[in-house]
């Protein structure tokens, strides 16, 4: 396991228990499978409006330089190494890099997977890179005020960083903590801690002092008719934002 401020021991040990499973879609992760689509989509036109890249290309990010903290089992690293980026993705567990190195070279995917830490990528000068993703991560971290200045610290000038995460709202413990969790039984019992998720002021609070302008809360909402997640005007429950680095 890779030590660090950002590192929650128990955090990584409850996703290290389920790493074998990153990529079944019917098991532990599978609303990640279902959320995948619309953080992808806004994923794919932030970078392109902030880099002014063609989407219709076959490979529009060709040459640009990403980093996917937190990453798991690789479900966001593999799509946007297809898309052109040069993909650097980390994560404090082991299991979890071993699943996604494997499951990346079965499809033929060259990813730069370490098992490591924002602060001591930072620390060994790595990067910097046009984009940083940082989905889902902040609200199991031990210091999410300092995990992601490290982590906008990571982002080159001019580039950007996309945060996702959780909203600290009754309406979130009610649905994403509850009926996910014990309701639903989407999310194994105790995948969130209701007290760690952020507020987007929190968000901007955080990042306040650094070279950056932070944008959003851009909402995400789920349809159960539609079994789909969409963008919307509620930032209630889901985020995201988009942190701009200065040039």
């Keep these: 396991m890779a030590q660090g401020a950002s590192v929650d021991p128990e955090e990584v040990a409850r996703f290290s228990a389920?790493?074998?499973r990153w990529w079944d879609a019917h098991g532990p992760f599978a609303p990640l499978h279902k959320f995948n689509p619309v953080r992808l989509k806004f994923i794919r036109?932030?970078?392109?409006?902030r880099f002014g890249r063609d989407i219709r290309q076959a490979r529009p990010f060709e040459g640009l330089r990403l980093l996917d903290i937190g990453c798991g089992g690789g479900l966001?690293?593999?799509p946007m190494a297809r898309l052109g980026f040069q993909v650097t993705a980390v994560d404090a567990s082991e299991r979890n890099i071993g699943a996604a190195?494997?499951?990346a070279e079965a499809q033929g995917l060259s990813i730069d997977y370490r098992c490591d830490t924002a602060e001591n990528l930072l620390a060994a000068g790595a990067?910097?890179?046009d984009l940083v993703l940082n989905m889902e991560v902040v609200e199991h971290v031990a210091d999410p005020g300092q995990y992601l200045r490290d982590t906008a610290r990571l982002a080159a000038p001019g580039g950007m960083m996309i945060v996702a995460t959780l909203n600290r709202t009754l309406k979130a413990l009610a649905l994403a903590k509850i009926g996910a969790e014990y309701v639903l039984r989407w999310l194994p019992a105790g995948t969130h801690d209701w007290s760690k998720f952020l507020k987007p002021e929190e968000v901007r609070a955080f990042l306040d002092g650094e070279p950056v302008s932070v944008e959003g809360p851009f909402g995400v909402s789920y349809?159960?008719?539609a079994d789909r997640w969409s963008e919307t005007s509620d930032a209630s429950v889901n985020y995201m934002m988009t942190v701009l680095k200065a040039a």
């Design 18 to 20: 389920m790493a074998e």
């Design 76 to 78: 966001l690293s593999e």
């Design 127 to 129: 990067g910097p890179f």
């Design 101 to 103: 190195r494997a499951h």
């Design 223 to 225: 349809d159960p008719l």
């Design 45 to 49: 036109d932030q970078a392109a409006a």
